[in-house]
């Protein structure tokens, strides 16, 4: 019986290099065997530096490695989809980083694809939901601790205006709403455990890159229940999300990029109390992709299915044409 999930790593991106190799390398059921970048000098650098015993010059070259069962993908937006699906047809599994596609139209292309191939498995890498801090988050809301939960604000900023970044390219799919926004997207999803009936989008582009730089959104789930979110590619770093109900609060300190070396926090306040919970160091990533191994390991369902994705991008897609229209959306 296979006790570990072999990977092979699209191209030599920042992201994997920086988390989500290491994350891997350190899983219990996973190994990383080969890394491809369209540069063989490249790629076998990254290879030394991080132990990986196969290195190649093309992806696709990359794909047809018989030793390989899962795939990361973490290429540019625009390339998530075409090579998501040149890996299904050489049949590996596929955790692909987030937003999965550009658009609900190929989310929805995507998931057709997949009915291809029923014994593969495709994730979409939103990592923040394997974190503790938000497993007990995600408790402490649906266990009424702060009453009826009402709304969600959720705040995401950097600042990068360097031209060449491909987060600053429109046509990779870069802007503030693709790039962190659908964290913000996915953060009510998650803790509502339902999906927004209309939305309300505002966006600030950026003239010389062509990308929102700054996007705000409002997100009508019914019943009274509403998120609203502001994401930023041109502010000051900051990260924040507060949940709101009718006996308490809950504030999650650092709800993405919660280190994996040192302690997280989150802050629950009720009408008795005010707690600080603290979290031991927890590898997200790692996480992630243990629960991702596992499922094909064992058969099981993938944690977040390719309809989460679908959904996320669809909020994406009315945030998006309501900026546009200068209207309220329902979201399909």
């Not at 490249?42 to 899962?70: P, R």
């Not at 609060?249 to 005010?274: C, D, G, M, Q, Y």
């Not at 299915?305 to 009315?318: F, Q, R």
Request: proline fraction near 4%.
């Amino acid at each position: 019986m296979q006790v570990k999930t072999r990977w092979g790593i699209l191209s030599t991106a920042n992201i994997g290099v920086a988390k989500v190799i290491p994350a891997i390398q350190k899983a219990s059921n996973c190994e990383v065997v080969a890394i491809s970048s369209r540069s063989l000098k490249q790629a076998k650098q990254v290879a030394a530096e991080l132990g990986i015993e196969k290195a190649y010059g093309s992806y696709e070259e990359m794909l047809d490695d018989k030793d390989i069962d899962v795939i990361y993908n973490p290429l540019p937006n625009n390339l998530h989809i075409l090579f998501t699906i040149k890996a299904l047809k050489a049949r590996k599994h596929v955790l692909c980083e987030k937003p999965i596609a550009l658009s609900a139209k190929d989310v929805f292309y995507l998931k057709t694809k997949t009915f291809d191939f029923p014994k593969l498995k495709v994730m979409e890498a939103f990592m923040y939901r394997f974190h503790p801090q938000w497993i007990k988050t995600k408790e402490l809301v649906d266990g009424g601790v702060i009453g009826e939960v009402k709304t969600l604000q959720s705040f995401f900023s950097y600042f990068n205006i360097n031209p060449n970044d491909i987060r600053n390219k429109k046509e990779t799919g870069g802007g503030a709403l693709l790039d962190i926004g659908c964290y913000c997207i996915s953060f009510s999803r998650f803790i509502f455990n339902k999906e927004p009936q209309k939305v309300v989008g505002l966006i600030d582009n950026d003239n010389g890159a062509s990308t929102d730089r700054l996007t705000s959104g409002i997100l009508d789930f019914g019943n009274g229940i509403s998120s609203t979110f502001t994401c930023s590619t041109q502010l000051t770093p900051y990260q924040r999300v507060n949940i709101f109900g009718t006996k308490g609060r809950i504030e999650v300190e650092i709800p993405v990029n919660a280190p994996a070396n040192v302690p997280t926090t989150i802050w629950l306040h009720t009408n008795e109390k005010s707690e600080k919970i603290v979290f031991e160091p927890a590898d997200q990533y790692q996480l992630m992709v243990e629960a991702f191994s596992n499922s094909i390991l064992d058969n099981t369902r993938v944690p977040t299915s390719i309809n989460d994705a679908l959904n996320n991008m669809k909020v994406i897609d009315a945030l998006i044409l309501s900026a546009k229209k200068n209207v309220t959306i329902k979201v399909e």
